[in-house]
């Protein structure tokens, strides 16, 4: 396969830096452009520069309409309002975009899903190998034992993360309720406070951890009277995602218009 050249917005972002660096490293993968916010401080920096590899000739700029011509495939971890101006942008013109950011509201994912239509379109909460193998194992699980076990979903994230839960964990909830036949809408609980009264069976709980410089940990559990099955995937660095992305990007260019995630870039599904 030939090699492409990426764009990368939200460059100067915690998963920006590793973007960089993961293209950077990656031998069938440039790095065409890279964006930031109008009112970025690092505007006119070196991407190369930004993350000690030294200059590489691609500047932070604050526009895609500076770069068009710079890449073939747009990758994009910001945020859910930014994301959606980003697709338009890419159907306009014609560039397949991989995305990783998380948040996104019922509304959000209709015109994602409706973009998709006219553009190759890569989706996921999380571009780690574990998590879309851990997304495989829950399936089991929840045919195992997730009819007769309580189940709940404990993430771990830091201390700077926006969004609850995170969007892997409600994948995760995605995942064993499609299985088990639930609706997820329905039977989550987010939370506990007070007097909340005694589990009821068919539910899926949430809990939340913010803390630190925690990378991203999630775990589920099926618990019945006299055994509980946990499974555990625990990111030490973001290198994971970025790594992720950069294989996701290089399967798309070759993709027709749809909406994708990475259990089809990894041919899970
Ligand atoms: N799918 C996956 O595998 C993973 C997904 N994520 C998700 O990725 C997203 C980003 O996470 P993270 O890197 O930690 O967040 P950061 O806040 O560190 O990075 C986001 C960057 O995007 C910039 N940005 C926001 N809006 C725009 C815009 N319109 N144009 C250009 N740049 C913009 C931000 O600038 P400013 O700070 O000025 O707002 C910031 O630099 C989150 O939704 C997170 O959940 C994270 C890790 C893995
Ligand atoms: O914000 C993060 O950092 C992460 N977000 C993703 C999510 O919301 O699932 C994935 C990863 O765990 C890191």
Not at 3 to 25: K, P
């Amino acid at each position: 396969m030939d090699a492409i050249r990426v764009g990368i917005v939200g460059a100067s972002g915690r998963m920006g830096r590793t973007l960089i660096e993961a293209a950077l490293a990656h031998h069938q993968i440039r790095l065409g452009a890279a964006v930031e916010r109008p009112n970025s401080k690092l505007l006119g920096v070196d991407a190369g520069d930004l993350v000690g590899h030294g200059n590489i000739g691609v500047t932070l700029v604050d526009s895609l309409d500076l770069v068009a011509e710079d890449f073939d495939v747009l990758i994009d971890f910001t945020n859910p309002e930014s994301s959606i101006e980003l697709i338009q942008w890419c159907c306009e013109h014609q560039k397949p975009i991989v995305i990783g950011t998380t948040g996104f509201n019922s509304h959000q994912k209709e015109r994602i899903g409706e973009y998709a239509q006219d553009l190759p379109i890569m989706l996921a909460p999380n571009m780690s190998v574990g998590v879309n193998l851990l997304f495989k194992l829950l399936e089991t699980a929840a045919e195992v034992m997730g009819s007769y076990t309580d189940i709940e979903i404990i993430e771990g994230h830091h201390r700077y993360k926006k969004d609850a839960p995170s969007g892997t964990a409600l994948k995760m909830g995605e995942v064993i309720a499609d299985t088990l036949g639930r609706d997820l809408e329905q039977c989550a609980i987010y939370g506990r406070e007070g007097i909340s009264g005694e589990r009821e069976r068919d539910t899926i709980a949430f809990s939340t951890i913010r803390a630190g410089d925690i990378v991203g940990e999630h775990t589920a559990l099926f618990a019945d009277i006299g055994e509980r099955l946990e499974i555990t995937h625990k990111a030490s660095s973001r290198m994971t995602f970025a790594n992720g992305a950069m294989r996701a990007s290089l399967w798309l260019s070759a993709q027709p218009n749809g909406l994708f995630d990475m259990q089809n870039v990894l041919g899970l599904k």
